[in-house]
């Protein structure tokens, strides 16, 4: 890299609920002192910051440093992806489950900044998800089922404010728990029906902020985790999820797991959230892109979830 590093930052300032804008700030005041070249690209829409990451990419940087959350990145991997230039993340989300997994600096915007100028590339997959018509990139765990649908109720649910609301939406859902009918097509065998609460299929290991419902998914194996977990009662998913928090689950006699390449799920009612966001219904197949970002971590590249 040259002695004067050219930097594009994108920063989302509404991500994390304001963090975004506060990391964005650090970040910029810690490159800028250190001899780098920033230009500053903030994106007021999901719409504006997949523009300004094409305009970004025009501008031929060394590096771009992305400010936001799991949903940001997400939301314009396949324009960064084309453009094959290194990706500083600067975790500023909710969940932050990537940076997680890449052994990012979470909560210290100047050192995960520092990456950009000093950090050890590594080439991570990223996961498709294909529903209604539409091809959606993501990079933690696409959630079918219970999970999915606490998501889905949370965001519908203008009551109470912050965690208080997610907590209601999962009593809501509890009591409405009834087995999914899923259909489900593994590497290209034929489909066969396999009900249950939730199928979880990740990328890397963890959802919602470090719960590994995939744990010991690697994001540059070029394989998918999926996770089927059969149907239970409301006392027995109670009892599941503190060994689920723990990562101690993918023992538990009700959970399945296994890699592959391609996962095609289907069920009445299916919703399905990835890296937060609702991205399809009904029957989705979901598919790895092998290699397809290089991101910038620490020199030791841990996997924090592992």
């Not at 991997?77 to 990706?87: E, N």
Request: glycine share 12%.
């Amino acid at each position: 890299m040259s002695a004067s590093p050219r930097v594009a930052l994108l920063a989302n300032p509404h991500s994390g609920k304001g963090r975004g804008r506060r990391a964005a700030d650090d970040a910029i005041a810690t490159l800028r002192a250190r001899g780098a070249e920033v230009q500053v690209y903030a994106g007021e829409s999901p719409a504006d910051t997949r523009r300004l990451a094409e305009v970004a990419l025009a501008s031929a940087p060394d590096v771009i440093a992305v400010v936001g959350g799991d949903g940001t990145l997400s939301g314009i991997i396949d324009v960064l992806a084309a453009g094959d230039v290194p990706i500083a993340l600067i975790p500023a989300g909710t969940g932050n489950d990537l940076a997680r997994a890449l052994g990012l600096p979470r909560g210290d915007a100047a050192a995960a900044a520092g990456l950009a100028l000093h950090g050890h590339p590594r080439v991570i997959d990223v996961g498709e998800l294909h529903s209604e018509g539409r091809t959606t990139p993501f990079l933690s765990v696409a959630a079918l089922g219970f999970d999915a649908k606490v998501s889905d109720r949370t965001n519908r649910l203008r009551w109470p404010r912050d965690a208080l609301r997610y907590y209601l939406a999962l009593v809501i859902e509890l009591i409405r728990l009834t087995p999914m009918d899923f259909r489900v097509a593994v590497d290209g065998e034929p489909a066969a029906s396999a009900p249950g609460t939730l199928i979880a299929v990740g990328n890397t290991a963890s959802y919602g902020g470090g719960m590994p419902v995939c744990v010991g998914a690697a994001p540059d194996d070029g394989l998918l985790d999926v996770v089927h977990v059969v149907p239970l009662t409301r006392m027995r998913l109670l009892r599941l999820f503190p060994l689920l928090l723990q990562g101690r689950h993918l023992t538990r006699p009700e959970v399945i797991h296994r890699r592959a390449h391609t996962v095609e799920v289907s069920a009445p009612g299916l919703v399905v959230y990835a890296d937060g966001e609702r991205v399809g219904s009904g029957e989705c197949r979901v598919t790895v892109r092998p290699a397809a970002l290089r991101v910038l971590v620490p020199a030791t590249g841990g996997d924090a979830d592992a």
